[in-house]
């Protein structure tokens, strides 16, 4: 079995983001990615030049390692990247789902697996313009087929300008029956703090756009992670 390289394990923490903010979950963050946005923020879990940090983990290994910090309760497991889906991940959601673990994966949606019907949560974020990264809506779709029914899947857009906006509204016109979340996007440095309010007067303004375009299904979320802690990593 191919061991699932691993950038960083931590918690329990806070999910930050997404349909699932503020649930207390494990993060679990693969190393490499399919893409390169221009405002990542987890580069060290992306670039190859970080190859060497990350550790090769099996999958009893990992969720000894969660229980390991959970003291043996069951929780959310959140897996990121990266792009987690790049991964076999599948013997991780057989064993992790034995100890009663629950997981939710964070992927932009590049790469369809067969095994995200495994998972509890599904948590696709394409990427708009802002990026200078191109969405195949063809994968993303097979992303959602994927998913089996019991499985909750969300789509998670980042937004830091009107382009964003825009290529939030063409992915709901494509998917309308995937709940959107609409997250701001923060460009706090790497282990910086962010101006938290720059992200009030973000928020507000996003707020006046979806309620002036009679927008009302929608969810407006700013990075919870970064107004507590800014771009720390390991929180």
Same mark, same amino acid.
């Not at 990350?54 to 983990?57: A, D, E, K």
């Given at each position: 079995m191919k061991p699932i390289l691993i950038s960083e394990l931590f918690g329990p923490t806070i999910q930050g983001e997404g349909a699932l903010i503020g649930k207390p979950t494990v993060f679990v963050r693969t190393g490499g990615c399919d893409f390169r946005c221009a405002w990542c923020?987890? %580069?060290y879990a992306v670039v190859p030049d970080f190859k060497n940090a990350?550790?090769?983990?099996s999958a009893a290994e990992i969720v000894d390692r969660v229980l390991h910090l959970t003291n043996g309760q069951p929780i959310l497991v959140t897996l990121s990247g990266g792009n987690p889906a790049l991964h076999d991940l599948e013997p991780l959601l057989d064993l992790g789902r034995e100890s009663g673990l629950t997981f939710n994966l964070e992927t932009q949606g590049s790469k369809a697996r067969e095994w995200f019907s495994k998972l509890d949560f599904l948590t696709l974020s394409p990427k708009g313009p802002s990026s200078q990264m191109k969405t195949d809506w063809n994968a993303l779709a097979a992303c959602i087929e994927n998913a089996d029914r019991s499985t909750q899947v969300s789509l998670k857009i980042v937004i830091f300008d009107d382009a964003d906006y =825009?290529?939030?509204?063409? =992915?709901?016109?494509?998917?309308?029956?995937?709940?959107?979340? %609409?997250?701001?996007?923060?460009?706090?440095?790497?282990?910086?703090?962010?101006?938290?309010e720059k992200i009030r007067v973000k928020t507000e303004w996003l707020l006046k756009k979806v309620t002036h375009d009679g927008w009302l299904n929608v969810t407006i979320l700013p990075q919870l992670h970064v107004l507590l802690w800014g771009s720390k990593r390991g929180v």
């Open positions: 923020d987890t %580069l990350w550790t090769p983990m =825009a290529f939030a509204r063409e =992915a709901t016109t494509r998917f309308p029956d995937v709940p959107m979340v %609409l997250q701001i996007g923060s460009d706090a440095p790497v282990d910086g703090e962010m101006d938290n």
